[in-house]
């Protein structure tokens, strides 16, 4: 009996989990702030003693994930109407590196240690301190990078170099059907995308697993009998 009780509500919690957790947005699921974290640990907590302990009643850890999420939206509603109010509830961008050189006290306010450091820094493909204009811990512990300019990576304007505007390419079918937010984007019907298919020897959408158009007109075609096989030709 008690198997049985898990299950069901194991196939009770986790919809709504995913409930809560779309509800929260996608700024929980790719950034944990101070009181994500919080909450994602708690909900955490919850859930694992509502599986595993039969003896709770059910509706109580349904109840505290409903209320737990609508906190955090709460919170997260706050943090946008007001800027003290999100200082208080958040870490702030913390400098740690400025012109060149190291914020031995901005390390210490925000305990990093210099090896923590350098491994942030490696990671975004520097190792030499000297290439760095400003390093800078995000409240979500990520580190961003300013390079000096003559360590810098050279842009086309930097180089005199006119290049072609690059846009998103527009999906036109995804998975054998018509998309149509990406045809009416790109000014297309069906008809029309269908005579371009049959023009390639391609007789029905139900043969392309993917197809997108670019800003210079390049309709991409992957078809599901050739997997890994692409073409490219221009619409």
């Known amino acids: 009996m008690e198997y049985l009780i898990v299950g069901i509500r194991i196939l009770t919690i986790f919809p709504l989990l995913l409930i809560m957790t779309l509800m929260m947005g996608k700024r929980q699921v790719g950034e944990l702030t101070v009181i994500d974290f919080i909450i994602a640990i708690t909900i955490g907590n919850v859930v694992g ?3 595993v302990d039969t003896k709770i009643n059910h509706g109580i850890p349904i109840l505290a994930v409903v209320m737990l999420a609508l906190f955090q939206v709460a919170v997260s509603w706050g943090r946008t109407k007001s800027r003290l109010f999100n200082h208080w509830v958040t ?3 913390t400098i740690v590196i400025q012109n060149g050189q190291i914020l031995k006290s901005h390390l210490k306010r925000i305990r990093f240690t210099l090896d923590e450091l350098f491994e942030l820094l490696r990671v975004k493909g520097i190792f030499d301190i000297n290439e760095v204009e400003f ?3 995000e409240p979500n512990g990520e580190l961003s990078v300013l390079k000096k300019t003559q360590y810098d990576t050279p842009s086309a304007q930097d180089l005199g170099i006119q290049t072609k505007y690059k846009g998103l390419a527009t999906p036109l079918i995804v998975e054998g059907k018509p998309f149509a937010p990406g ?3 790109a000014g297309l019907n069906e008809t029309d ?3 371009e298919l049959q023009q390639q020897e391609i007789n ?3 043969d ?3 197809a997108s158009i670019n800003s210079e007109g390049d309709l991409h075609i992957s078809l599901y009998q050739e997997p890994g096989k692409e073409q490219v030709f221009r619409f």
């Open 208 to 210: 392309v697993f993917f």
């Open 183 to 185: 045809l009416q984007f």
């Open 135 to 137: 390093a800078i811990v």
């Open 193 to 195: 995308l269908l005579s």
């Open 91 to 93: 870490f702030e961008p």
């Open 49 to 51: 003693a509502d599986i």
């Open 204 to 206: 029905s959408f139900a």
